[in-house]
C-alpha cells in the first residue's frame, strides 16, 4: 500500500494540573556517562598530541605575526584542541573508533594552523560540510558548530542565502568530539537547495535551553558576520529533542523566523511528564518557573511565525503538536502538522518530503519584518520583543503579559495590553511603515497619545503607564532597581550571559559554612564543565577588577566574613547575615545559607548571585524537560539538610513581596 503523508487540526480540549516529584540526586548518574577506559599508551599519545596542538597555538598568537583577522580564526583551531583535552579528562570516549577520531582533530587542528602561518584559511571560503568555531561570551571558552555549505555559495559574491538551524536530538553521548565527527561526514536531515545549514552543538544536550539558547545566537551571529545570510530567510527546524528546541525558539523567538518545523519532542513540562500522577508537588515557585519554557505559554506568538510541525502517527512525542495544535486553536490559530502514517521516532519519506516543501514555500515568501498587526504574549521580560513591539516593563512577573498592535489606519495604531507597564514601538530605517515626519497616532488601551515624530532613521516611541493611564516618554526612569530585559531572574539568568565565580579567600563564619561553600562552589564548577562544555572563569575575591565588576555578572561564593566584595555590598542587598543568621523578611535563620539573584550595587547593569551555580544539574539525567530552573529569585537553603526552607520572587522593584503577594 502506498504511503501517504495527510495534514490534521486537532481541537480537543485540556486542563493543565500542576504537580511534580523531588530529585535525589544521589542515585542519579552523571551526564555526560563515564566512558570507557582509555588504554595508557593510547592515552599517552593523545595527551602528547594535544598538548602539542596546545603550544602550536600559543606559538602562532605571542608571535604576533598573523592579522587580526586570522588571529579571530583561532577558535576554528582551538575546537580540535578542546574537543580531545575535554574527553580525556572527563572520561568521555565510548568506543574504541574514538580514539582514532580524536588523533584525526587533533591532526586537522595541526593543518589549520599551519595554514594561519601561511596567511591562508580555505576552510573560509569552502563548500559542503566544514566545522569552525567562536569564543562564547559567557564564560570565553571555545564552543563548536557545522556548516553545511551549498556548492552555489562563491566567497566574495554578495548573493544572499537562506539559512536553516537544525537542532540535534538528544545524545548522552555526545561529546565535542563525537559533535564534530558527526558534522565532518553527515550532511543532516535537511539540506534545502542553495541553503545554509546551521548545525549548533547547543553545549551538549540541554534541549538548547540557557546557554544552549546563547550557543544557537552567537553561532549564528557567527555565521552571519562570516557568510552572506538573508535575514529575512532564517528558519529553526529539529527532531526529538531538536523538535522540543524548536518549539522553544519558535515561540520566544518567533518574528525573527521566516518559518518553523519541529518535528516530534516536547512543548510542555507536566503533561510530557505525566505529572497527573507524580507522587509528591513541585514547590509552587517551580511550578510557576515552568512559564519560563513551556511552549504552551507562548502558543499566541506563532501568529507571528508560520509553522509546519512534523509526528510519526504511532510516535508517542506526537503528543508534543498535538498540544500545540489545542492550544494555538485557543488562541485562534491553526498548526499545519504533517503526519508521516505508520511510523514512530523518524521521518517518514513522503510526508518528509511534503514538510520540505511547505517550508520552502514558507522561506520563499520570506519573513515579514514590519508586519501590519503584531501579537505578542510574555510570562518574563527575558523574552520581551516580537517584531516592533518591545515589553520594557510588567506589572508582575510571572503572570502573562500580553499586547496586541495593529495598524489601523496610514499613521494610527491600536494597542491593547494586559500585564504591561511600559512598551516601545519601533521600526527601523527601510522597513518603517510611516512617512518621515509623520507622527504616528496611537491609541493604547483606550487612550489616545501623540507618539514621537518618524525620521530618516526610523520610528521608536516610548510609553509608560502610571496607574491606569499611560503616558509618552522620552525615555524611561533610570532607576537602577527595577525589573528589565537580561535582569529579572530567576537564579539560573545569570548564565545566560557572561560570568565569573569569586572564590572566598577569607575566614567563614563557621566551619560548617565554610565546607559547605567550598563544596558547593566545586559541583558548581564541575557541574558546568559537565552539562555546559566549557570552565567557569574563578577569581579570588581579592582579584575581582573593575572590569570584571563591568562586563560580568559575578557569582559570589561565601559569607559576608569569608568574601570580601560580598561584605562590601552586604548593606545594599534584600537581606542581612551576621554571625546570629541570616536575616530576611523579618525572620532569622541559623546554619543557613541564602541563595539570591540581584543587580549587582556596583553596577546594577549587572547581576550578583550568592552561593549558587545553576539550579537544576540533577535533572540532567532524567528528561530535558525537566531541566528548567529548580530555584526562582531568592532562597534559604538548610545547610545540614540540603532542604529549601524559603523562596520566593523578587518585585518588580526588586524587593522583597509584601505578605500574601
Known sequence: MKKTFFVILVSTSHALIFAGPRVNSASLPRRPPEGISIPQEIKSKLEKETAELGREIDQWVSAGKGKAEFIELLPDVEIFQKAVRYAIEDNIFY??????????????????????????????????????????????????????????????????????????????????????????????????????????????????????????????????????????????????????????????????????????????????????????????????????????????????????AYSGEIDGQRQAAELMSRVMEDEGLDLVH?????????????????????????????????????????????????????????????????????????????????????????????????????????????????????????????????????KTVRSFSNNPLRKRHGLQGPIDDAFMDSFIMVRPTGKPVNEALGRWTADAMGQAIKDWKLQFRGQPRLTDDTAVTTSDIANNNLILFGDPQSNRLLGQIMAQLPLGWDLKGVHLGGKTYRQHVPLMIYPNPLNPNRYVVLNSGFTFADAAPTSNALQIPELPDYAVLDVKTQDVIEAGFFDEKWALPLPGQ
Open 95 to 308: 568506543k574504541p573508533d574514538d580514539f582514532a577520531a580524536a588523533s584525526r582533530l587533533l591532526a586537522e587542528g595541526k593543518e589549520r594552523v599551519r595554514l594561519l602561518r601561511e596567511g591562508k584559511a580555505p576552510w573560509t571560503t569552502a563548500t559542503g560540510l566544514v566545522v569552525r568555531g567562536y569564543r562564547s561570551k559567557v564564560d570565553s571558552s571555545v564552543q563548536p558548530y557545522g556548516l553545511v555549505i551549498p556548492a552555489s555559495y562563491q566567497a566574495g559574491a554578495g548573493k544572499a542565502h537562506r539559512l536553516d538551524l537544525w537542532f540535534h536530538g538528544r545524545n548522552d553521548k555526545l561529546s565535542e568530539l563525537s559533535f564534530i565527527a558527526e558534522r565532518e561526514r553527515s550532511r543532516g536531515e535537511f539540506t534545502p537547495e542553495n541553503t545554509f545549514v546551521l548545525h549548533p552543538y547547543g553545549r551538549y544536550c540541554n534541549a538548547f535551553k540557557f546557554a544552549g539558547e546563547t550557543d544557537v545566537f552567537e553561532a549564528m551571529n557567527h555565521v552571519r558576520k562570516h557568510y552572506p545570510i538573508d535575514q529575512d530567510r532564517i528558519v529553526v527546524r529539529g527532531f526529538s529533542m531538536g523538535g522540543a528546541a524548536a518549539w522553544h525558539l519558535a515561540v520566544h523567538h518567533a518574528s525573527l523566523w521566516a518559518a518553523a518545523s519541529p518535528g516530534a519532542g516536547f512543548a510542555d513540562t507536566f503533561i510530557f511528564q505525566n505529572g497527573a500522577h507524580w507522587p509528591t508537588p513541585h514547590p509552587w515557585y517551580e511550578q510557576r518557573l515552568w512559564h519560563l519554557y513551556d511552549a504552551t505559554d507562548y502558543a499566541a506568538n506563532l501568529f507571528n511565525c508560520p509553522v509546519v
Open 338 to 470: 504533517i503526519i508521516g502514517p505508520n511510523t514512530g521516532h523518524q521521518f517518514e519519506p513522503v510526508a518528509k518530503a511534503e514538510v520540505g516543501r511547505r517550508v520552502d514555500a514558507l522561506v520563499e515568501k520570506g519573513r515579514d519584518v514590519t508586519p501590519h498587526k503584531v501579537r505578542f504574549t510574555t510570562w518574563t521580560l527575558r523574552y520581551n520583543q516580537m517584531a516592533w513591539v518591545t515589553v520594557d516593563a510588567m506589572e508582575r512577573h510571572w503572570s502573562r503579559a500580553r499586547v496586541e498592535a495593529e495598524i489601523t489606519a496610514g499613521d494610527s495604531i491600536e494597542v491593547s495590553t494586559t500585564n504591561v507597564a511600559a512598551l516601545t514601538l519601533s521600526m527601523p530605517a527601510g522597513r518603517c511603515l510611516f512617512t518621515n515626519d509623520s507622527r504616528p497616532k496611537v491609541r493604547i488601551d483606550g487612550q489616545d497619545l501623540l507618539a514621537a515624530a518618524v525620521s530618516v532613521d526610523g520610528w521608536t516611541a516610548r510609553f509608560q503607564k502610571q496607574g491606569s493611564r499611560w
